[in-house]
């Protein structure tokens, strides 16, 4: 029943190399993140998106891109990947309704090793 | 910027006690209020949220927690811990209105269930 997906769920890079993640949804929500899992700093959010083509920084953006051309499809690109990059990275989606937040669904992950 | 403390990275229970797990806040205005739990390899569910009305919330898989705005805390408990409640737990905010659902997160409490 997974309405969100991520790939590729491993991956291993060299330093230097540019490196996309994608997240695809298949709910129609609105609202697209990213985040970052590292041991001891829970999850960060790197970039979110509004809608097709809107997209904002969160608090860790540095050496991050996005993209959003699709409602389903949320990129994110390591421009050139860096071990301090070496994490496991969470999509998540959320549909906020009228007064409320109702949380995020998120995918499996995506275990990134830069080397 | 909001932030989430959760008080003991390690929480270790024997199975059929009580489980609690601290959560606290730091906002002049209550925010939105999660508990997440994270299996080994796999992505966060939700387990519970508290958006408005009763401090009271009930979730999934038995758990409950209480938010008191007094305290700005928001403390996850079940009565009787089940060895399949061996998990990571996050604790995550996000701000009423106007934020696009950005959600901060706490550093997490790892729970081993002792037999």
């Known amino acids: 029943d997974a309405g969100i997906t991520q790939s590729p769920r491993h991956k291993v890079t060299e330093t230097g190399t540019p490196v996309t993640l994608r997240c695809h949804q298949t709910e129609n929500h609105r609202y697209m993140y990213w985040y970052r899992q590292d041991p001891g700093h829970g999850l960060r959010l790197i970039h979110y998106s509004y809608g097709v083509k809107d997209t904002d920084k969160g608090e860790v953006s540095d050496g991050y891109s996005v993209s959003r051309s699709k409602t389903e499809d949320f990129l994110l690109t390591l421009e050139s990947a860096t071990s301090s990059q070496t994490s496991v990275y969470f999509c998540?989606?959320?549909?906020?309704?009228?007064?409320?937040?109702?949380?995020?669904?998120f995918g499996s992950g995506t275990r990134l090793t830069v080397v | 910027a909001q932030s989430v403390t959760q008080l003991g990275s390690h929480v270790s229970v024997s199975e059929g006690a009580l489980v609690l797990l601290r959560c606290n806040y730091s906002?002049?205005?209550?925010?939105?209020l999660f508990w997440y739990v994270q299996y080994p390899n796999q992505g966060l569910q939700l387990l519970l949220k508290y958006t408005t009305g009763a401090t009271l919330v009930k979730g999934i898989n038995g758990f409950e927690a209480e938010f008191k705005k007094s305290e700005t805390s928001f403390h996850l408990t079940k009565p009787s811990a089940h060895m399949s409640d061996a998990a990571e737990y996050f604790c995550a905010v996000s701000d009423r209105g106007g934020n696009a659902g950005k959600s901060t997160f706490g550093d997490g409490t790892t729970l081993t269930v002792k037999p």
């Open positions: 998540a989606i959320s549909d906020l309704v009228q007064g409320g937040d109702y949380g995020y669904t």
């Open positions: 906002s002049s205005v209550p925010p939105y």
